[in-house]
Every structure is written in C-alpha cells, then in structure tokens.
C-alpha cells in the first residue's frame, strides 16, 4: 500500500509539510487525503494548539518563525481556527489531488485568505473544474467521503496533523519528515538499538482523566 499523507486545511504545519511532500511523493507515491482534525481530537477527547492559551500564541509564532527560515511564503488566514469543512470538502469534490491540495492550501496559507464556507473559496471553484461550488460541497457523496477518511485515519491511530502513514508506522508533524525519510528508505530502522526497548516502556504513572 501507498503511503497515505492524513491532513487538514486548518493545520499550518501541514502547509508548512507540504512542498516536502509532494517531493516525497515523486519518489514514493504517497496520497493526499483529508480529514477532519476536529473530529480526531473530539476522539482522543484533546484540544487543538490554538484552544490552548499560551500555546496559541506560541504555536502562531512557531508556525511564521519556520516558514520564515524555511523560506516559504505564509501569511495566516483572516481568522484561526476556522470551521475548515467547505474546505476539505471543496478537496475531495474536486478529486483530492495534489494540485487541488496545493491550490486550496496556497489560498488559505499562501495569501492569506478565508477558506470557510463556499463564498470564501468560490474563486477556486473554476480553476479546480467545480462548477457549483455550493452544490458540490453539500454532495452526500463528497460528505460521506470526508467522514470515511475521517473514521479511517482514526481507526488507524492517527491522532493528529499533518500525519504520514508508512505501512503500519505514522509519523506525525513537519518536525518528523526527516524520520519519515529515513523509515522510508530503511523499514527496518525501529527494529535495531532502542527502538525496541522503548517501544515497550512499562508505565509508572498516570494522571487521573478530568469528568
């Protein structure tokens, strides 16, 4: 199976992630295909970075700060978070390819632009072959996909994006495509040193959960 990249529009490091990506998949075919981080996080019962004071503005900072150093072009959207459906399904009903990937992200995190609701996006509906943007983001088909995609990262493990899905290995965030790489041209990497003894650290402690 090809490798699978799990993202979501609302994700910067998944921007951030993305030129990186579309090197990889030259080389490895891997598959763009987005999900709803909303939904991952209410499984876990955890909160995003930005619904976290402090890590909010730390995260944003983080976030300008790498792609400033990494020379790529950011400007944040109006607003973060956003509700990043008609987004993920705008992807999805245009084919979820990687230029349809590029395009939707360039919008939201290149000019810095809305991509809320079908008025936000409307002017990516033609270049992406959509005539009625409206009417192909409210398709029952573009949402059962969005949900399925969803289920499936979630039944997989993931647990956050962007999220890249090697055989049964994920390697998550944009400070893991290194080790992503490396895994990809070793799959036996986690077999040899301490890999295998941390894989089965015993736990000594636990916080009790809140509620």
């Known amino acids: 199976m090809s490798p699978i990249w799990y993202f979501d529009f609302i994700s910067p490091f998944a921007y951030l992630q993305l030129p990186r990506m579309r090197a990889l998949a030259e080389r490895w075919e891997i598959q763009p295909r987005p999900i709803l981080f909303g939904a991952v996080l209410a499984h876990h019962g955890q909160l995003g970075p930005a619904e976290i004071e402090g890590k909010r503005e730390f995260t944003y900072r983080m976030v300008q700060w790498t792609a400033d150093a990494?020379?790529?072009?950011?400007?944040?959207?109006?607003?973060?978070?956003?509700?990043?459906?008609?987004?993920?399904?705008?992807?999805?009903?245009?084919?979820?390819?990687?230029?349809?990937?590029?395009?939707?992200?360039?919008?939201?995190?290149?000019?810095?632009?809305?991509?809320?609701?079908?008025?936000?996006?409307?002017?990516?509906?033609a270049p992406l072959g959509i005539a009625d943007i409206e009417r192909?983001?409210?398709?029952?088909?573009?949402?059962?996909?969005?949900?399925?995609?969803?289920?499936?990262?979630?039944?997989?493990?993931?647990?956050?994006?962007?999220?890249?899905?090697?055989?049964?290995?994920?390697f998550w965030g944009n400070d893991a495509t290194s080790m992503a790489v490396r895994f990809l041209e070793q799959p036996d990497l986690f077999a040899h040193g301490e890999y295998p003894r941390i894989s089965a650290l015993p736990i000594a402690a636990q916080r009790p959960r809140s509620g």
Do not use: M
């Open 136 to 170: 192909a983001i409210a398709s029952a088909s573009v949402k059962e996909e969005l949900r399925a995609n969803t289920e499936e990262a979630i039944a997989r493990g993931v647990f956050g994006v962007p999220t890249l899905k090697v055989g049964r290995e994920l």
């Open 70 to 125: 990494s020379g790529i072009a950011l400007r944040f959207p109006p607003a973060h978070p956003f509700n990043p459906i008609a987004a993920l399904r705008l992807c999805i009903a245009a084919g979820s390819g990687w230029q349809v990937v590029d395009a939707i992200f360039a919008h939201i995190w290149k000019h810095g632009l809305a991509g809320d609701s079908a008025g936000t996006l409307a002017a990516l509906a």
